[in-house]
T-cell receptor
Framework: QQQVKQSPQSLIVQKGGISIINCAYE??????FPWYQQFPGKGPALLIA?????SEKKEGRFTISFNKSAKQFSLHIMDSQPGDSATYFC?????????????FGTGTRLKVLA | GAVVSQHPSRVICKSGTSVKIECRSL??????MFWYRQFPKQSLMLMAT?????????EQGVEKDKFLINHASLTLSTLTVTSAHPEDSSFYIC???????????FGPGTRLTVL
């Protein structure tokens, strides 16, 4: 119940295309859903995050869509660029236990072709 | 944005020695710090959660005596890998959370190689 399932494992997109990464969870206590971008040898960097009281959040070329009833959320990268080539992780956390630990998805390796 | 630093960025040590990794929040007070371990092409695995002035809470399967965590101040946490062995070689990443407990800011990571 603590798992966050992420798909696809890898993704190849043409420059200018839309990259879509999906995550699903079981624990209804999760109340914060961030997406992180990680380049090789670097720490993850927060891209965008959403809480379950909204169904969509957009920041620049990045959009999170959230479906509370389906317990799914996704990251859309519009106008994908070669510089977006990285590994993307979704995560979920809950404040109920007081620790706000992140449960990470397994990651998606995105490659954007020039 | 909030900045978290780690030192060193990479370290190579001999088997049996201990290695200390520092994690600092540079421009905010970190109520909680987290330590993760990441193997190549894998996700981040939470090792422990630490609150300033308290003992760290370790995840199941993580050896407390091997991975010593100290959160001495609101801006500094350290991870000491004791009696390191080659299987401890990994990428260690810390994160820090401030007033907005949900949001974690990650450090750049430390690459540990044990020979």
């Amino acid at each position: 119940q603590q798992q966050v399932k992420q798909s696809p494992q890898s993704l190849i997109v043409q420059k200018g295309g839309i990259s879509i990464i999906n995550c699903a969870y079981e624990n209804t206590a999760f109340d914060y859903f961030p997406w992180y971008q990680q380049f090789p040898g670097k720490g993850p960097a927060l891209l965008i995050a959403i809480r379950p009281d909204v169904s969509e959040k957009k920041e620049g070329r990045f959009t999170i869509s959230f479906n509370k009833s389906a317990k799914q959320f996704s990251l859309h990268i519009m106008d994908s660029q070669p510089g977006d080539s990285a590994t993307y992780f979704c995560a979920a956390s809950s404040g109920i236990s007081g620790t706000y630990k992140y449960i990470f998805g397994t990651g998606t390796r995105l490659k954007v072709l020039a | 944005g909030a900045v978290v630093s780690q030192h060193p960025s990479r370290v190579i040590c001999k088997s049996g020695t201990s290695v200390k990794i520092e994690c600092r929040s540079l421009d905010f007070q970190a109520t909680t710090m987290f330590w993760y371990r990441q193997f190549p092409k894998q996700s981040l695995m939470l090792m422990a959660t630490s609150n300033e002035g308290s003992k760290a809470t370790y995840e199941q399967g993580v050896e407390k005596d091997k991975f010593l965590i100290n959160h001495a101040s609101l801006t500094l946490s350290t991870l000491t890998v004791t009696s390191a062995h080659p299987e401890d070689s990994s990428f260690y990443i810390c994160s820090a959370a401030g007033d907005s407990y949900n949001e974690q800011f990650f450090g750049p990571g430390t690459r540990l190689t044990v020979l």
